[in-house]
């Protein structure tokens, strides 16, 4: 009987033995096998409420990404703080550390060539966002990118919520009946070409339509809350109720100057409140009617044109799939009005 048992147990030994190399040996080789995809990305200052929404959902894309199993995506998230000499260390450190890819959402749009530079020497392709470059800069290499909005078409849209408003009911907006539309403009930051833009064709497509237009006030808020804020208090004091409208470049500085009717307990003869981005505090704003409407810059869409393009240049080192690429090198993302009479078709979808 032992002469029987000692083959059986040393087979039972081999075969567990062999499972266990097997085991070690697939481990290994699908560790070792994975490629990983490392992206850099500089942020002009994370605490800009949208830029922070892109970048969330843009780990949120790569993680689902990485579940399929082909590739471990690293996306490095790092803050310049409004400072150009951080960001341009940030990309030093991008490059020397061997990122695939390095997406810049710059601190100064009109300062893009030193980074580009940079770049094109170690040969790492750039996707610019939310700030776009200067037309020369983007013309300097070919493996340049940019994702952003339509600008225009958000300043469009945005006025298009007035005038509907107005033909709907037009005391209602030209509170005092004198014919015409008496505003104030928070605008996002000198030199922004999206504030730029979004302000000229918001003022432009209502005077287009035939409404006479005042401004008693405008200035930059930086995009910022507490700015706005500030800013619709000095107005409020200097112009009172003959405020009718406020139009701003973005959700943040509209919510701002919310926060200073609200701070000066103003319920009569308030004025009407409009923003651009679909920020969830904004979408809440509608909904309990202390804004008139927003216009939805869609930070999901952005965020994934971002990871397609540093997706396909990681694994394919071409953007030839992506079809919606203009010139090559633009992807601008689309917009949706959101008032009172739609408001609860995008809260559903927050």
Known sequence: ?????????????????????????????????????????TLYKQEDVFVSSITKNLEEIAKEKESEGKYKITINILDAKGNLNNQNNQVDKFIAQDYDIICVNLVDRTAASVIIDKAKVANKPVIFFNREPVEE?????????YVGAQADLSGKMQADIIINAYKKDKRKVDKNGDGKIQYVMLEGEQGHQDASIRTEYC???????????????????????????????????????????????????????????????ITENRPLVVGIDGLPDALSAVKNGSMVGTVINDSKA??????????????????????????RK???????RVTNDNIDLFLENK
């Open 203 to 265: 003022i432009k497509t209502i005077a287009e339509n035939g409404i006479e237009l005042e401004k008693l006030a405008d200035d930059t808020a930086n995009w910022e809350g507490a700015q706005a804020t500030t800013k619709m208090t000095n107005w409020i004091k200097n112009f009172g109720d003959k405020i009718e409208v406020v139009f701003s470049n973005n959700d943040a500085m509209a919510l701002g100057a919310v926060q200073a009717l609200d701070n000066l307990n």
């Open 302 to 327: 952005q965020a994934s044109s971002i990871f397609n393009i540093a997706y396909e240049l990681a694994t394919n080192g071409n953007v030839n799939s992506i079809k919606v690429l203009e010139k």
């Open 137 to 145: 800069d983007m013309e300097r290499w070919n493996r340049l990118y």
């Open 1 to 41: 009987m032992r002469v029987v048992k000692k083959p059986l147990i040393l087979l039972m030994m081999v075969s567990i033995c062999t499972s266990l190399s097997a085991c070690a040996v697939n481990t290994k080789k699908y560790t070792s096998g994975i490629k990983e995809i490392k992206v850099g990305m």
């Open 330 to 336: 633009y992807i601008r993302t689309s917009h949706a």
